[in-house]
């Protein structure tokens, strides 16, 4: 058995949201997804996304307190293509009809039916979201981005 076969963390989703708080809130509501995403360091192969939210964080955003579009398209393609922190996964033509599948059983958007999809897909456990209109599949829990979320997924993380 390798080591990479003894890793053995909840496998959590990232919402889109998430990194939006991260790096375009303020400080105290910023700093939890910080630690979180400094903790990925130490917890390889624990979080995924789909290639929707790097579409989505490159889209232009009008908010007064968002980044610059140059900074931002740095930022996250660094974060989601460079740094190896979480895992991009593409949206495949299995994803799009599982979507579908999901939105005839669940009234959702889009995009949030891909990330929801994309996370059964990835077998997450654990959904990273500030959403709560997220409806998600029994057997998957929702975390919210706050000092109290990150705290429990570190906490399931070092379990």
């Known amino acids: 058995m390798g080591p990479l076969a003894q890793v053995r963390v909840p496998l959590v989703y990232i919402d889109t949201n998430v990194f939006i708080i991260g790096f375009e809130s303020p400080f105290e ?12 360091r130490e917890q390889p192969l624990s979080a995924v996304t789909s290639e929707l939210t790097l579409a989505e964080l490159l889209a232009p955003n009008l908010s007064p307190k968002a980044l610059a579009p140059d900074e931002r398209r740095r930022l996250y393609l660094d974060l989601l293509i460079w740094s190896n922190l979480i895992e991009l996964k593409p949206v495949t033509r299995e994803i799009l009809i599982e979507t579908a599948d999901l939105r005839q059983a669940t009234p959702c958007k889009l995009p949030d039916a891909v990330h929801v999809a994309t996370a059964v897909h990835a077998k997450c456990g654990l959904f990273l979201s500030r959403d709560k209109r997220m409806r998600l599949p029994a057997g998957m829990m929702q975390i919210p981005p706050d000092r109290s979320g990150i705290d429990h997924l570190m906490a399931a993380w070092s379990q």
Do not use: I, M, Y
Request: avoid cysteine.
């Open 29 to 40: 509501t910023a700093k939890p997804v910080q630690d979180l995403l400094v903790a990925l």
